[in-house]
């Protein structure tokens, strides 16, 4: 089974946040929740760069091995989501995360924060696909459609990549050979075991 993953490459975001809007709309995810986020490193530099940011639905996810009521859950095809009914807001997970993913409505002590709210990867929760009750929680399930997560969809640049992350890292791993970099890029030798001579 394939294991949905994102990607974003760096040499091609532009910093539209266009991904943002996208995943706002979609999910009418309520004032003052991002899933989604543009981060911008060494901004006005050279060398700046702009990544989009969101869950990054880890095979052995930090957010989960916090949780003190097992709200967290992994899909068949890898995605991570959660449980809104079983949440109790307690803030661990947004400690254990290192991307910032989960988000909470409110500011505050344990327990009266809300609900944490994060990306879902456009797979919805653990309602019936489909179903009045799931997008009012999680947003829309376009996973169930057969579609990939719209912020994805929706990248003019196609630097954000989305799906089977076998499909994703070889589309990566071409677009750098492309352009040159060969094993010089950032984090090639972890991610593909080897080293290509440009």
Same mark, same amino acid.
């Given at each position: 089974?394939?294991?949905? %993953?994102?990607?974003?490459d760096?040499?091609?975001?532009i910093?539209?946040?266009?991904c943002?809007t996208?995943? %706002?709309?979609?999910?009418? *995810?309520?004032?003052?929740i991002?899933?989604?986020?543009?981060?911008?490193?060494a901004?006005?530099k050279?060398?700046?760069? !702009?990544v !989009?940011?969101?869950?990054?639905?880890? =095979?052995?996810?930090?957010?989960?091995?916090?949780c003190? *009521? /097992?709200c967290f859950y992994t899909t068949a095809d890898g995605? *991570?989501?959660?449980?809104?009914?079983l949440? +109790?807001g307690?803030?661990y997970?947004?400690? &254990?995360?290192?991307?910032?993913?989960p988000q $909470?409505?409110k *500011?505050?002590?344990?327990? !009266?924060?809300g609900?944490?709210d %994060? @990306?879902?990867y456009?797979?919805?929760g653990?309602?019936?696909?489909g179903?009045?009750?799931?997008?009012e929680?999680?947003?829309? /399930?376009?996973?169930?459609?057969?579609?990939?997560?719209?912020c994805?969809?929706? @990248? !003019?640049?196609?630097?954000l990549l989305?799906g089977?992350?076998e #499909? +994703?890292a070889? #589309?990566?791993?071409?677009?750098?050979?492309k352009r040159?970099?060969?094993?010089? &890029?950032?984090?090639?030798? =972890?991610a $593909?075991?080897?080293?290509?001579?440009?």
């Amino acid at each position: 089974m394939a294991r949905m %993953k994102f990607l974003c490459d760096a040499d091609r975001c532009i910093e539209c946040n266009a991904c943002v809007t996208a995943c %706002k709309n979609e999910h009418e *995810v309520p004032w003052g929740i991002n899933r989604r986020r543009v981060v911008t490193i060494a901004d006005g530099k050279p060398g700046e760069r !702009s990544v !989009s940011m969101a869950c990054m639905h880890c =095979t052995d996810a930090p957010c989960a091995a916090v949780c003190p *009521v /097992n709200c967290f859950y992994t899909t068949a095809d890898g995605v *991570v989501l959660h449980s809104k009914d079983l949440c +109790i807001g307690c803030g661990y997970c947004f400690y &254990a995360c290192p991307f910032g993913a989960p988000q $909470y409505p409110k *500011v505050g002590n344990f327990g !009266s924060r809300g609900k944490m709210d %994060k @990306c879902t990867y456009c797979a919805g929760g653990p309602e019936a696909d489909g179903s009045k009750e799931e997008y009012e929680k999680y947003g829309a /399930n376009r996973l169930a459609e057969g579609k990939l997560p719209l912020c994805a969809e929706m @990248c !003019s640049t196609k630097s954000l990549l989305a799906g089977d992350g076998e #499909i +994703i890292a070889q #589309i990566y791993r071409e677009r750098v050979l492309k352009r040159g970099y060969g094993s010089g &890029a950032w984090g090639w030798k =972890t991610a $593909y075991r080897e080293t290509i001579e440009s």
